[in-house]
């Protein structure tokens, strides 16, 4: 991974986070992306597939891109929109879905080297169980490992970015934190796997957002950052720095740190609370940019180098709070 990133950050939303400002018969992707547009701080955006983008509609997707001027970063895998895969999609018993699930997501893939994107994100929601004696856990394991793996062999040029949650909508997930995810990725052992953090999973997974970023960094890639925030007992998808704006800042010193020089995507549901999402997204740009500049004076900070080697909380509290909210 580079040491170096550019100092301009790109920045991408949630798609339908902006579905509340249309009415019902434009809620496409074409009219979305316009509104993606329209915010006019955001570079890229992800689309779900095969909800937002498939063979279906691939042209006219291309098409609304090249017209709005928004670069696509990725696709994320979406098996939840069927019910075959209620119990699983890697980890289906039924070997004809287990089959369905990989074969769209290699699909994906395609789709993903069409357009011109560079990854894939699983977030695999469904694969995981609701009880005890519910699965075997390691068939369940090594399912979804060659299932993986199939998926990022199908071609070597596309990243596959596995993205961990502890729950939802099982209530327990087979990825659920940091360092299984990053156990997965080393048994895959691919050069195209690698890891997206998202800050409120890390949160719900009583894991601290810096400190996820620099194992991902050290054992893995880090391919993808969801940014937003929350109480850490569901993925509240609340606007960046609202409840952490600490966690915030020292989760973008670690970024400058490792080198990461990705999208901000920013995971974010505006539309659960009746709030304008083209404006919720401004004040995401904004809060982001804000908290990143004083996390580009503290990493410079010798004081608080050397606190930080002394382990001494008390003046490194200190010193984050005079960068975050003046003398």
Same mark, same amino acid.
């Given at each position: 991974?580079?040491?170096? !990133?550019?100092?301009r950050? !790109?920045y991408?939303?949630r798609?339908?986070?902006?579905?509340?400002?249309?009415?019902?018969?434009?809620?496409d992707v074409?009219?979305?992306?316009?509104?993606?547009a329209?915010?006019? @701080?955001?570079?890229?955006?992800?689309?779900?597939?095969?909800?937002?983008?498939?063979?279906v509609?691939e042209a006219?997707? !291309?098409?609304?891109l090249a017209?709005?001027?928004?670069?696509?970063?990725?696709?994320a895998?979406?098996?939840?929109?069927?019910p075959?895969?209620? =119990?699983?999609?890697?980890?289906?018993?039924?070997?004809a /879905?287990?089959?369905?699930a990989?074969?769209?997501?290699?699909?994906?893939?395609?789709?993903?080297?069409?357009?011109?994107?560079?990854?894939? @994100?699983?977030w695999?929601?469904?694969?995981?169980?609701?009880y005890?004696f519910?699965?075997?856990?390691?068939?369940a394991?090594?399912?979804? =490992?060659?299932?993986? $793996?199939?998926?990022?062999?199908?071609? !070597?040029?596309?990243?596959?970015?596995i993205?961990?949650?502890?729950n939802?909508?099982?209530?327990?997930?087979l990825?659920?934190?940091v360092?299984?995810?990053?156990?997965?990725s080393?048994?895959?052992?691919?050069?195209?796997?690698?890891?997206?953090l998202?800050?409120?999973?890390?949160?719900?997974?009583?894991?601290?957002?810096?400190?996820?970023?620099?194992?991902?960094?050290?054992?893995?890639r880090l391919?993808?950052?969801?940014l937003n925030?929350?109480?850490?007992?569901?993925?509240d998808g609340?606007?960046?720095?609202?409840?952490?704006?600490? $966690?915030?800042?020292?989760?973008?010193?670690?970024?400058?740190?490792?080198?990461?020089?990705?999208? =901000?995507?920013?995971?974010?549901?505006p539309?659960?609370?009746?709030l304008?999402?083209?404006e919720e997204v401004?004040?995401n740009v904004?809060?982001a940019?804000r908290?990143? $500049?004083?996390?580009?004076?503290?990493?410079?900070n010798?004081?608080?180098?050397a606190? =930080?080697?002394?382990?001494?909380?008390?003046?490194?509290?200190? /010193?984050? $709070?005079?960068?975050?909210?003046?003398?």
């Open positions: 991974m580079s040491a170096v !990133r550019s100092n950050q !790109r991408a939303a798609l339908n986070a902006f579905k509340a400002a249309l009415p019902p018969d434009r809620r074409p009219h979305l992306l316009e509104l993606v329209r915010v006019g @701080t955001l570079d890229a955006a992800d689309l779900n597939f095969p909800d937002h983008v498939s063979a509609n006219a997707v !291309r098409a609304a017209a709005s001027g928004v670069r696509l970063n990725g696709l895998m979406r098996h939840y929109g069927e075959d895969f209620a =119990i699983g999609a890697f980890t289906n018993p039924d070997p /879905i287990r089959r369905k990989i074969d769209q997501a290699r699909e994906a893939i395609d789709t993903c080297a069409r357009l011109g994107a560079r990854q894939l @994100t699983l695999m929601g469904q694969d995981g169980f609701d005890a519910q699965v075997d856990y390691a068939r394991w090594d399912d979804t =490992i060659s299932a993986m $793996a199939e998926v990022a062999d199908h071609n !070597r040029e596309i990243d596959v970015a993205e961990c949650k502890p939802d909508p099982r209530a327990y997930s990825m659920p934190d360092g299984l995810t990053l156990l997965a080393k048994e895959l052992d691919r050069p195209n796997v690698g890891v997206t998202d800050f409120a999973h890390v949160l719900q997974a009583d894991e601290m957002p810096a400190h996820a970023a620099s194992l991902v960094a050290r054992h893995s391919l993808g950052v969801h925030d929350g109480y850490g007992k569901r993925d609340l606007m960046v720095g609202t409840v952490h704006p600490v $966690a915030t800042v020292e989760l973008f010193v670690e970024l400058d740190r490792v080198g990461y020089d990705g999208v =901000i995507y920013f995971d974010t549901f539309d659960l609370s009746g304008n999402p083209v401004r004040t904004q809060m940019e908290l990143r $500049a004083v996390a580009g004076k503290l990493r410079a010798r004081d608080l180098a606190a =930080i080697a002394r382990q001494d909380a008390a003046l490194s509290q200190r /010193i984050v $709070a005079r960068a975050l909210y003046g003398e």
